[in-house]
C-alpha cells in the first residue's frame, strides 16, 4: 500500500531560485534552510504547513524578482536525498 502522506504534518519542499539570495532576505524565509550552491542557484528547503503557506513562500520569491527554477516536494522517507523527491516544474 502507498505511503500517503498526514494532512496534519507539514509537507517539505525545496524551492530552486536561479541566482545566489543575499543574506538581507534570509528572515523573509524563516523556519527554512537556505543553501547557496556552487552552480549559482539557492536552494530554500523546509517544512511547509499547508497549500496556503507555499504560495506565501512563492509570492516572496516572486517579489525579489528572482527566476523560480523548480519546486520539489520532497518525500518524507527520503527527506535526506533531494534527488529522489517528485519534481513540479513551473510553467508559468
Request: glycine share 8%.
Amino acid at each position: 500500500m502507498p505511503n500517503t502522506p498526514d494532512p496534519s504534518q507539514p509537507v517539505v519542499y525545496q524551492i530552486r531560485i536561479k541566482g545566489h539570495l543575499s543574506i538581507q532576505w534570509a528572515d523573509w524565509f524563516v523556519g527554512l534552510s537556505i543553501t547557496l550552491e556552487d552552480t549559482g542557484d539557492t536552494l530554500v528547503t523546509g517544512p511547509v504547513i499547508d497549500q496556503s503557506a507555499l504560495h506565501g513562500l512563492l509570492r516572496k520569491v516572486r517579489d525579489l524578482g528572482m527566476p523560480l527554477l523548480s519546486i520539489i516536494r520532497v518525500d518524507p522517507d527520503h527527506a535526506d536525498a533531494p534527488d529522489v523527491p517528485q519534481s513540479i516544474e513551473p510553467g508559468w
